[in-house]
């Protein structure tokens, strides 16, 4: 059973365009949601995370906005550029418990 | 501060063999988890490790086994390999639980299974 439900699957954005990644889960119980950006060859990496007390956080280009009522979250990248093209993952992990991953968005940002 | 190590990065084996992988956290991490990727299933958590005790387990079967040292050096093994074995296996450390703590991830092993 896929707690964490990801989409979409991939994205293309053009330079300077928003990149938007959705997520959802279901255990009510989660109270970490990391976001992850792996590209070819390396291992994930923390990108930004945010706890379910707020409802948005901001690092630079990089902002998660948090619904708790509706159980959803999202990755937004402002002004991407060709750089951030990657596959991002979101997850969500309860305290004791172990982390859970989306599928995975791979994003690709056209110059 | 070196990052996490895993060895080795790449490897090939044959059905019903099995296979050891090596994990060596960043130093001062006592936390080390593992991860299963694959394109079909994504990242799927196998277990974590703190202070050389298990602490958490995820749905693989039995052939899926690891342990952690004293020195929080970390190896996971599995037994009787099946083709749906191949995948990239990533190592990640944390100071603390993973429900606590930002995790650092290893580039991984990626294990072949012929």
């Known amino acids: 059973q896929q707690q964490v439900k990801q989409s979409p699957q991939s994205l293309i954005v053009q330079k300077g365009g928003i990149s938007i990644i959705n997520c959802a889960y279901e255990n009510t119980a989660f109270d970490y949601f990391p976001w992850y950006q792996q590209f070819p060859g390396k291992g994930p990496a923390l990108l930004i995370a945010?706890?379910?007390?707020?409802s948005e956080k901001k690092e630079g280009r990089f902002t998660i906005s948090f619904n708790k009522s509706a159980k959803q979250f999202s990755l937004h990248i402002m002004d991407s550029q060709p750089g951030d093209s990657a596959t991002y993952f979101c997850?969500?992990?309860?305290?004791?418990?172990?982390?859970?991953f989306g599928q995975g968005t791979e994003l690709s940002v056209k110059p | 501060k070196a990052g996490v190590t895993q060895t080795p990065r790449y490897l090939i084996k044959t059905r019903g063999q099995q296979v050891t992988l090596s994990c060596s956290p960043i130093?001062?991490?006592?936390?080390v988890s593992w991860y299963q990727q694959t394109p079909g299933q994504g990242l799927q958590f196998l277990f974590e490790y703190f202070s050389e005790t298990q602490r958490n387990k995820g749905n693989f079967p039995g052939r899926f086994s690891g342990r952690q040292f004293s020195n929080s050096r970390s190896e996971m093994n599995v037994s009787t390999l099946e083709l749906g074995d191949s995948a990239l296996y990533l190592c990640a450390s944390s100071l603390r639980l993973v429900s606590q703590e930002t995790q650092y991830f290893g580039p991984g092993t990626r294990l072949l299974v012929l």
């Open positions: 997850a969500a992990v309860k305290s004791g418990g172990k982390l859970i």
């Open positions: 130093s001062g991490h006592r936390s």
């Open positions: 945010i706890r379910p007390d707020v």
